[in-house]
C-alpha cells in the first residue's frame, strides 16, 4: 500500500507539475520501467490473454493507467532475457544488430554505436534523468550507459537488503521495517518525487524539458515485498496450474537462459 501510494502521488504530482506547461512548448517525457511485469495483469483481458491465475492480480492503479493509455497487447520481447530486450527497446533494434544475447555484453562494444531513447533526448536539449534500471546494469551497459544522461546516474541504497536478498527467494516485509530501511523501490519513488519538484520550474516555463526514466526493480524475484501486497492474496486462495508439465517437444534451450 505504500508503494502504491507514492505511485498515486507520483502520478498527481507529475499531473501537477506539467498542467502548467505552455501547449506551445515541447513535452516533457516520464518513462516508466519494471522489471519482470507479469502478462497476467487484468488489464490485458482479451482474446490474446494467457492461463488464468488464481487469484487474479489486484494492480489498481496500473489498470487506471491502462484504461487511458494507448496499451497493446500483442507487443512480445525480442528475447527472453533482460539485457537483450532492454538494449533492444532501448536503440530500437534487434539482438541480431545489437549483438547482444546475454548479461555481460556492452551493445557499443559489439554491436553498434547506437543512439538510445534517453541519449537521443539529450542530444535535442532535453535534461535526461535516469533512475534505478533501465538498462541492465553492470558490464552489460558500461554502468547504466553514463552517455545517455545529462546528470550522474541514481541507485538505491542497497547495502541491507542485498544479503536478505541473497538468502530469501521471498520475505513479507512489515510497516516497521519499510520504516527502518525502505525497500529500494520505495527508494527510488520518492527520489523520483523529487527529481520531479527539481525538474518542474524549468519544464513549466518551457526553458527546460525533461526525459525522466523511472526503473522500477520489481516484481522480479526475490519477492521480498511489503507485507501488505501479500495479504491481498490469501494462500488458500492459490491454486496451481491444471498443468504443470512443458509442452511435448519443447527446446532444452527454453528452460534456460
Request: with cysteine; aromatic share 12%; net charge neutral.
Amino acid at each position: 500500500r505504500h508503494v502504491m501510494a507514492v505511485l498515486i502521488n507520483f502520478f498527481a504530482l507529475s499531473l501537477l507539475f506539467l498542467s502548467g506547461i505552455d501547449c506551445s512548448a515541447r513535452k516533457n517525457v516520464l518513462f516508466f520501467v519494471s522489471d519482470d511485469m507479469r502478462p497476467e495483469l487484468t488489464s490485458f483481458l482479451g482474446p490474446d490473454f494467457p492461463s488464468p491465475i488464481h487469484p487474479n492480480m489486484h494492480s489498481p492503479n496500473l489498470d487506471a493507467l491502462a484504461s487511458k493509455s494507448l496499451l497493446l497487447k500483442r507487443a512480445y520481447v525480442q528475447q527472453a532475457v533482460c539485457s537483450p530486450s532492454r538494449t533492444s527497446l532501448l536503440t530500437g533494434r534487434r539482438p541480431d544488430t545489437t549483438h547482444v544475447y546475454d548479461l555481460v555484453s556492452y551493445f557499443r562494444k559489439v554491436g553498434g554505436n547506437f543512439t538510445t531513447i534517453p541519449q537521443f533526448f539529450k542530444q535535442n536539449g532535453y535534461m535526461s534523468v535516469g533512475m534505478g534500471k533501465i538498462f541492465h546494469p553492470g558490464s552489460a551497459s558500461d554502468n547504466d550507459d553514463p552517455i545517455s544522461w545529462s546528470v550522474p546516474y541514481y541507485h538505491a541504497n542497497d547495502s541491507y537488503w542485498q544479503p536478505i536478498r541473497r538468502d530469501n527467494s521471498w520475505l513479507s516485509v512489515n510497516e516497521s521495517m519499510q520504516k527502518e530501511h525502505p525497500l529500494p523501490d520505495q527508494q527510488l519513488a520518492q527520489h523520483a518525487l523529487s527529481t520531479l519538484k527539481d525538474l518542474a520550474p524549468g519544464a513549466k516555463n518551457g526553458t527546460k524539458p525533461f526525459f525522466l526514466g523511472v526503473g522500477f526493480h520489481k516484481p522480479h524475484l526475490p519477492f521480498i515485498a511489503p507485507e501488505s501486497f501479500f495479504d491481498l492474496y490469501p494462500l488458500e486462495q492459490i491454486r496451481l496450474p491444471d498443468n504443470p508439465y512443458a509442452p511435448v517437444g519443447m527446446p532444452e534451450i527454453a528452460w534456460s537462459a
